[in-house]
């Protein structure tokens, strides 16, 4: 009978926090969409000035003239002296920006007036995003310090085009890797595991994967696999991927591929205690 561990505590609080950060991510993406919606209602076309609208600066400055109208009643060397103070950007180059900003405001036609209730929910909406923001990266750090503590991290991390953030939830979600007798079980584990169609015609035809396991282990592979092959960098997945298309593959079926690949990878390199090569 296998004995309850101090370490197995220390993976299902670890599984808990991880669960946690997708509840505070698909809450921060509804705050997202809310800020876009009052954005593009009160700041018409703000998101071709600013690239980052999440950045500590783009959210100051539109806490601080959270109308166009207000824009246009400040002057130039006001808002240049506000741009100074929340950037590590010289006086003339705010100066250029703050005439971007006055010229923008200026031909500004925005959905509703500064007295309208939407831009005081505005602010509320800003406030709420960016406090939800600051506590999603306090709890992956707190994720990422405990996960540093554990055997398989640095090499789960080793391999090439996987962060800090996708090795340690995917080391959240694995948990104790020592459990597992080999790689297929891995796969199972995952739900990456192919079903097998048996009939009196048929007989191992190849299907569906059985997404009979852990979702969430799933999707974090999803992600990882979609990120290399997004970033077009030269890792042994990505090659891999690019294989299994020119093998015949449809797109979707080589991705799973690779991702059945990487758990493998996963599991050999934790398994044998060695860094990726």
């Known amino acids: 009978m296998r004995v309850y561990t101090k370490t197995d505590e220390i993976y299902d609080d670890l599984r808990e926090k991880s669960r946690y950060y997708d509840f505070l991510m ?5 705050w997202k969409i809310e800020f876009r919606r009052l954005l593009d209602i009160i700041y018409p076309g703000f998101d071709r000035l600013y690239d980052d609208l999440y950045g500590d600066f783009t959210q100051s400055l539109l806490l601080e003239y959270s109308h166009p109208e207000i824009i246009r009643k400040r002057r130039l060397d006001t808002i240049a002296k506000f741009l100074e103070k929340h950037t590590c950007h010289h006086e003339a180059y705010c100066l250029r920006q703050a005439k971007v900003l006055k010229e923008y405001a200026e031909n500004c036609a925005s959905g509703c007036s500064s ?7 505005f602010d509320v909406v800003i406030h709420n995003l960016n406090a939800q923001i600051k506590h999603l990266n306090y709890v992956l750090e707190e994720i990422i310090d405990i ?18 953030n996708l090795s340690s939830r995917i080391l959240a ?3 104790d890797i020592s459990r597992f007798n080999n790689a297929s079980q891995v796969v199972a584990y995952c739900g990456i595991d192919p079903q097998i169609y048996q009939s009196g015609q048929t007989s191992g035809l190849h299907l569906k994967i059985s997404k009979k396991g852990n979702k969430k282990l799933r999707c974090l592979l999803y992600l990882a696999v979609t990120c290399m092959i997004k970033t077009s960098r030269n890792t042994v997945i990505v090659d891999f991927y690019k294989k299994k298309k020119a ?11 690779s991702m ?6 996963i599991y050999s390199l934790c398994k044998s205690g060695s860094l990726f090569k």
Do not use: F, H
């Open 26 to 30: 698909d809450e921060m993406k509804r």
């Open 115 to 121: 007295k309208s209730y939407l831009v005081s929910q």
């Open 147 to 164: 996960v540093k503590t554990l055997p398989n991290y640095e090499y789960i991390r080793s391999i090439p085009g996987i962060g800090d």
């Open 173 to 175: 979600e694995l948990g």
């Open 247 to 257: 093998d015949g593959l449809a797109p979707r079926s080589a991705l799973v591929a």
């Open 260 to 265: 059945n690949k990487l758990i493998r990878i």
